[in-house]
């Protein structure tokens, strides 16, 4: 609503009386203050602009962790757990090379042809030292064990009771090895679980009754060959298998780091063993997948049944653990992430432990912060384990529980172990490149992926 004219003039001849009457030096003082009222806005003003941005970015950073947690078909993973192995992880990380390798074949697809099958058998047996042994690379270690029993000598398969463990999807070994003898054309034998659970006898042996499939696991100790204790068979009348875990491929046990030596291990192991299936992943740093290896006949005689066909790994996966398989026989360690970090020292965890502590203790949510030295594990079972340092920290407001539960629900998403009222961030397992990411998380401020 408009003023009248009459007002306008009323509070014009008002003004102007109050000015006739204030001294000249006061009205210095309020054009004085006037200036810096005026001088005081603009700053004023920014102040809100920089408060309102602020207030946006902060909306906007929630917005995309919400869209990143809800939308993600992958969610990436920073393994703090300890155990390489973990349950909740999904293998391992890959080397550029190989990850370049299976890229390019899922980009363009791959030849199925008989000689390029053939280029990269030959790529993969030239990774193992000797003329006399080959390599079968199936989907997953349960094919593989699916494959030997399908393909056995006939009669029982014997498994020593004191050597039991599962395979990396969860699966018993004998049961993997069932359902291969479920699948011979005409099944010949049974599962035979011999000895007790907690160790082996010389006199287990005797139980034994060719032909034969004996399947022993290597756990690092003097009872892997199980079956030598007490034989006076021929050695034609038996099928030997040894299952390698994720563990205990280059890293002997009580180790504190091994030199990546496949040709060797293979040959130590194929001297007692026809045939040695081990998962590609876990200490060997390849996709995930299992491996046969062992006589050329014998692994003809596999490649050629009807059921190879169904439990082959993908030529991907094959052509990735080739070029891992290579970087490793050339002792190129640094190029294959699980191995760098199997042979990262002590020393070095013990400085970034530190540079983190010193990060972490100055965040308002974490209300005490330590640096440990707890030794890190391959996997849950078996003796191989490394020194390492850990981070064990406590948040202001929320239990330990509570605060591994958030970890694990963020992008990346961040694996920790507890302890009492603390979680346990083990930094063994993650990449250097990594800790950025793994310290936003922690606070709460998720990167994105």
Known sequence: MAIPPWAVEALRRGVGGVLDKVPPEKIEQLKKRAGDLLADLPQTAARGVDSMMRGAKAGKDSIQRWTRRHVALVTPVVNASGCLCHPSVAGVPLCNDAIDVAAEAFQSGSLNTA???????RRLTSCLGSSDLGILVAATVDGACTAVAGNSLGGNMYFHRSQAQRLPNGTPIPDAFAVGVAQQTKPQGKIVEVG?????????????????????????????????CESE?????????????AAAWNV????????????AILQRLASSADLVIAPGDGAMGGPRCGLIVGNQTRLEMISKSAIWASLA??????????????LLVSAQIEDVPVQAMMHTSAENLRSRAERLATRLAAEPVVRTCQITDRVATICSTGSWSLPSRQLKLAHRDLSASDWAARLIGEVPAVIVGIDEESIVVDLRWIQPSDDAALVATLVGSPLGI
């Open 252 to 263: 002997p046990a009580g180790s504190a780091g091994a030199v990546a030596n496949l040709p």
């Open 115 to 121: 000689g390029s099958h053939d280029r990269l058998a």
């Open 196 to 228: 007790s659970m907690d160790r082996v006898d010389p006199m287990d042996s005797r139980q034994i009754m060719a032909p034969a499939t004996l399947i022993a696991v290597e756990s690092g100790s003097a009872d892997c060959d199980w079956y030598h």
């Open 233 to 245: 068979k021929a050695d034609s009348d038996f099928l030997k298998v040894v299952y390698l875990p």
């Open 313 to 326: 790994a993908d030529v991907s996966v094959q052509a990735a653990m080739a070029v891992t398989l290579e």
